[in-house]
Each structure stands twice: as C-alpha cells, then as structure tokens.
C-alpha cells in the first residue's frame, strides 16, 4: 500500500470498514511511515475540530414561535 | 469542553438554553418524557442541538433558506404532534431526522427541485493532490515527496475560535451532499448505517461523500496552518 493509496481509506478505516487484508496492510504502512501517521493524525484532528463547530440556527422568529407552540401544545 | 459561551452577566439558564452541539444530552427517556410532559427548557435545548443540523440537511432537498426553515418548523411541529407515538425502536434524534426528511423531499418535489441524493455517482478523483506523490518513474512510488507538516495545538482560546472559524467556511463551501454527511457524521455524531438509511444511499457513497468532506476540511486546515504565525 502506498501513501497515495493509503490516504484515500482513512475514513474507510476509521469506520472499520476495510476488509481485513486491506486493514492489515493499513496498519503496517502506518507503523513505518511517518508522513501516513502525521496525515491520519490530522484527519482525526479535522473530525474532531468539525465536533466542535457552532450550529447553524434557526431565525429569532422561528425559534420563538416554535417555543410557543411548544408552550400552548395540549397535553393530558 | 472549553467554556466558551459565558459571557460575564450571562443567566445560567440562557447557557443552558444555548447549549453547544456535542454537549451531552440527556438518554432517549429523559428527552421523551421531557417532551411529553411539556419541559420547555428540553425542548428548547433540543432545538438548539439539532436545528443546525436540520437545516442543513433540509437545505439538500429544498430550494432556499428561507424554505428550509419552514421545513425544519414544521419538522418540529410534527414532533410534537407524534411525540406520544414515538416507540422508541430508533433513536429520537434518528426518528426526528426521518420526519424531516420526509417534509423535505415533499416540500423539495413540489418545489421541482431534483434531488442529486442518488442519481449521481460519487465524486472522483484523488482527495490529496497526486503532485504531493513520487510518480510512477521515481524511486518510491505514491510515497510523499514531503511529509506533511505536524500542526500546532491551539492552547489559546483566541486561536481555537480561529480554527473553528476556519473549519465553518470550510464547511459552508462544501457541495452540498458532501456537507449534508459530514454534519450527520461529525457533528451530529450518528453512524454510517443511521446516514445511509436516513439519505437512501449505498454505503460506499456514504463513505466516498464523508471521506471528500473531512479531505477538504483538512485541506483548508492544513493551509490556515501553513500561514498562521
């Protein structure tokens, strides 16, 4: 497995997705390969900063209403 | 996780109103119960969770903003009117998901958008660029001809709210599908399986479009690095 290829089957091995062979040899390229370990390091960084971003939101408007309905909804 | 909503003069119940995404929230039960028995302050925790995310994911199958919102109310309108109904045999988060994305593709047919969700097949093409790879001729081939550069840890707040910063433009210039997964996957935290059942596509597709986002966001990551001090 070369570096080209092993950086196209991070997210396939993060999901655990990779057939076992294809796993194996993921795993020994990343043991010897500085360049792969730095690069896989970094998506895990990107996946974790993507948590960490602020939501989009609803409208001020919507929210409120929405709130409301909440608030007046019949409940038993 | 940083405290970085407070601000000095701030309630607490306004923190807790504003909670972040990624912020633990209660079990199933608890959110249930909470709905059923009118707990505004779940619910408003609630919308602030998911909303983003159900926007996002309503803006895939309709034409503007604006309708995406409406989608996305009456999602949670829908909720509250099914909310006894729920059984529990999918997540909550998973069950909302669905009831939105079923208003959506009405909302988006009558709108006569298509929706490219699987008629198209999944990007192509390298996600790093091949010129940073000996070629074919070179010693080693497909290695790296320069490792990529380590990054540096963001310590301060200052840089961290940079870098989330970076990350959100990165996101917003994604296609569309590619963001619409990455946002179910990273932010929202849900499983390949609950995506492809949610978006009707293969599991391949749904790893290819995941794979191009983080691969792009990286990207830009890599280059906010490459020029920050």
């Given amino acids: 497995m070369t570096c080209e290829e092993l950086v196209e089957l991070v997210t396939a091995f993060l999901d655990g997705a990779l057939d076992p062979e294809a796993e194996r040899r993921f795993v020994e390229h990343l043991a010897i390969c500085d360049g792969c370990e730095i690069y896989v390091e970094q998506m895990r960084r990107t996946i974790a900063e993507v948590g960490q971003v602020e939501p989009e939101s609803l409208s001020t408007e919507t929210r409120d209403s929405l709130l409301e309905a909440f608030r007046a909804f019949p409940r038993d | ?229």
Wanted: with cysteine; net charge neutral.
């Fill in chain 2, 1 to 229: 996780m940083p405290l970085r909503l407070r601000e000095s003069g701030v309630p607490l119940t306004v923190l807790l109103y504003r909670r972040p995404v990624g912020a633990v929230l209660p079990t199933d039960d608890v959110l249930v119960a909470g709905l059923r028995a009118g707990d505004e302050e779940m619910f408003a925790c609630l919308l602030n969770s998911w909303s983003g995310s159900m926007l996002r994911l309503a803006r895939s199958f309709v034409s503007t903003t604006a309708s995406a919102e409406e989608v996305v109310q009456d999602t949670w309108l829908a909720v509250l009117q099914g909310i006894e109904r729920f059984e529990g045999r999918a997540s909550l988060q998973t069950w909302v998901y669905r009831i939105l994305v079923n208003i959506a593709r009405k909302r988006g047919s009558r709108e006569h958008r298509t929706v490219p969700w699987t008629s198209l097949a999944p990007d192509q093409g390298p996600t790093v660029d091949p010129a940073r790879f000996h070629g074919p001729d070179d010693q080693y081939p497909g290695g790296w001809r320069a490792f990529p550069e380590r990054w540096p840890s963001t310590e301060t707040e200052v840089l961290a709210h940079e870098v989330r910063a970076a990350v959100a433009k990165a996101i917003e210039n994604l296609p569309t599908r590619q963001q619409v997964v990455l946002t179910l996957r990273d932010i929202d935290g849900q499983d390949a399986g609950a995506v492809c059942t949610l978006l009707g596509i293969s599991a391949a597709n749904q790893r290819v479009l995941l794979h191009r986002a983080r691969a792009a966001v990286r990207s830009e990551l890599e280059q906010y690095f490459g020029v920050a001090p």
